[in-house]
């Protein structure tokens, strides 16, 4: 499995989170934003540091915030429940398209966006692009 030991980094983590925090419950923590999926991205990208997908950008002071497995896990509950129950999110249509390498890959091949040479160079090469390099982001 790829990424074995981060991945049980973070459910290390998150065990421990819903342990301190949610009663060891994911329900709890759901519950907790009240309805709102906005809140539960904000819940966990704030108390989860393993769904806190942000990075610093060219020295700006505020960090770019993609938040993708926060939203991917909150948009998954909504539709498990079938926005309903658990699932019942009144802002769910806050939650951005998320960003992962085939969003790029497909506005590519479309010619909607166009990669520098640099970096096609690495993508064609099948090169591994660094989390929060300025290529990712």
Same mark, same amino acid.
């Given at each position: 499995?790829?990424?074995?030991?981060?991945?049980?980094?973070?459910?290390?983590?998150?065990?421990?989170?819903?342990?301190?925090?949610?009663?060891?419950?994911?329900?709890?923590?759901?519950?907790?934003?009240?309805?709102? =999926?906005?809140?539960?991205?904000?819940?966990? /990208?704030?108390? @989860?540091?393993? +769904? *806190? !997908?942000?990075?610093?950008?060219?020295?700006?002071?505020?960090?770019?915030?993609?938040?993708?497995?926060?939203?991917?896990?909150? =948009?998954?509950?909504?539709?498990?429940?079938? /926005?309903?129950? @658990?699932?019942? +999110? *009144? !802002?769910?249509?806050?939650?951005?398209?998320?960003?992962?390498?085939?969003?790029?890959?497909?506005?590519?091949?479309?010619?909607?966006?166009?990669?520098?040479?640099?970096?096609?160079?690495?993508?064609?090469?099948?090169?591994?692009?660094?989390?929060?390099?300025?290529?990712?982001?």
């Amino acid at each position: 499995m790829p990424l074995l030991s981060e991945r049980l980094v973070c459910l290390r983590e998150a065990g421990q989170v819903l342990y301190e925090n949610y009663d060891c419950s994911v329900a709890t923590l759901v519950e907790s934003a009240n309805g709102s =999926a906005a809140g539960l991205v904000n819940t966990l /990208g704030r108390e @989860f540091a393993c +769904f *806190r !997908d942000e990075h610093r950008y060219d020295g700006r002071k505020k960090p770019v915030r993609l938040m993708k497995r926060a939203q991917i896990l909150v =948009a998954d509950v909504w539709a498990c429940f079938e /926005g309903e129950g @658990f699932g019942a +999110f *009144r !802002d769910i249509d806050k939650l951005t398209m998320f960003a992962d390498y085939r969003v790029p890959q497909i506005l590519n091949s479309m010619g909607c966006l166009y990669y520098s040479p640099s970096l096609a160079t690495a993508i064609n090469k099948k090169s591994f692009i660094e989390t929060g390099s300025r290529w990712e982001l």
